[in-house]
């Protein structure tokens, strides 16, 4: 069992940055690959980043590509989402998940996690 609590949203203002954190607690978090997600309302959860479990691969939609940054730090069990030069449709509650050493399949749907967070709110007003 991996319990995760994410961080460090907020409203902000187009063109600014957050940085989201997910503290994670229980079974070894070096082991598991994670990732962000987000769900603006009425829409479906989207894959945001995704980094392996020692973070020498990362993977990120293309609609973040080269404004957010995703790492991880072992020895705190946490891992970030740094969000820079934030846009309106940004706006979601921000997920982050944990993929297990024995899940296969790829980085990019929900289903390929087995733990999630609460999620926090990100507002990003124009």
């Known amino acids: 069992q991996v319990q995760l609590v994410e961080s460090g949203g907020g409203l902000v203002q187009a063109g600014g940055s957050l940085r989201l954190s997910c503290a994670a607690s229980g079974r070894t978090f070096s082991n598991y690959a994670m990732g962000w997600f987000r769900q603006a309302p009425g829409k479906e959860r989207e894959f945001v980043a995704a980094?392996?479990?020692?973070?020498?691969?990362?993977y990120y939609a293309d609609s973040v590509k080269g404004r957010f940054t995703i790492s991880r730090d072992n020895a705190k069990n946490t891992v970030y989402l740094q969000m820079n030069s934030l846009k309106p449709e940004d706006t979601a509650v921000y997920y982050c998940?944990?993929?297990?050493?024995?899940?296969?399949?790829?980085?990019?749907?929900?289903?390929?996690?087995?733990?999630w967070g609460q999620g926090t709110q990100v507002t990003v007003s124009s």
């Open positions: 998940a944990a993929k297990p050493p024995y899940y296969s399949g790829s980085f990019y749907y929900p289903d390929d996690y087995g733990y």
């Open positions: 980094l392996t479990w020692s973070g020498a691969n990362t």
